[in-house]
């Protein structure tokens, strides 16, 4: 899919009552292969369908990542995370304590995707809270990348405006929540006998501590 002029692949967003039109829209234009740039509940990110290897690459290619690092994926429930990956005890205990929500568990994998969906065995899960992401994947019939909106050693865009001057018209639609500039979702990985923080954000280290003390 073909990306369009800038000006005219712009649609506002309700985040927290997202309009059925836009949804429809955004989510022809990820059947058709195009790339979305789309608010979570932490910040704006790149969505693609990660059936496409070709099309995964081109979001890597539009933000200068090498495939060498890996990118999550979005799922839409805890069962869904138990069948792409192994949940161990500690797994299933944060994932039942935090998610929905902004954090990202890196897990073994169950399936064998191609890099950098699945790199060393091991596959990054990402359940998020947000509304538009939740309704987006009970309406697909594939997953999609839950990576970053910006070029790698760029800092990541806090509105539309800083997204555009990154990207232009590589971005087949931008939904635009207004400004997000909370913190960043939380990256464990659990695929070990116990966790370790990749990237601390809006969860913890001290929290995940509690929920493990706690059960």
């Given amino acids: 899919m073909k990306p369009n002029k800038t000006a005219s692949n712009i649609r506002r967003i309700d985040p927290l009552h997202p309009e059925p039109e836009v949804l429809k829209e955004t989510l022809q234009i990820l059947t058709d292969n195009g790339i979305v740039m789309a608010p979570t509940e932490t910040k704006y990110g790149l969505l693609a369908r990660i059936d496409s290897p070709g099309l995964v690459q081109k979001v ?19 069962e869904e995370i138990k069948n ?32 950098p969906i699945v790199l060393n065995g091991k596959i990054g899960l990402r359940f ?7 309704q987006l994947l009970a309406q697909a019939d594939f997953n999609l990348t839950a990576t970053s909106a910006n070029i790698s050693g760029e800092n990541e865009p ?17 939904l635009d929540a207004g ?23 809006a969860i913890s280290n001290e ?7 706690m059960n």
């Fill in 158 to 174: 806090e509105n539309i405006e800083e997204a555009i001057k990154q990207f232009g018209d590589n971005i087949n639609l931008y």
């Fill in 60 to 78: 890597y290619d539009i933000k200068k990542r090498p495939l060498s690092i890996p990118t999550a994926i979005f799922v839409n429930s805890i």
């Fill in 84 to 115: 792409i990956g192994e949940l161990n005890s500690i797994a299933q205990t944060i994932a039942e304590s935090f998610l929905p929500g902004p954090m990202t568990l890196v897990v073994k994998a169950r399936v064998d995707y191609p890099a």
């Fill in 128 to 134: 998020s809270s947000s509304e538009i992401i939740t």
């Fill in 179 to 201: 400004q997000l500039n909370g913190p960043s979702s939380t990256v464990v990985d659990c695929s070990g006998e116990t966790y370790k923080i990749l990237r601390e954000g």
């Fill in 207 to 213: 929290d995940i501590k509690k929920s493990l003390e």
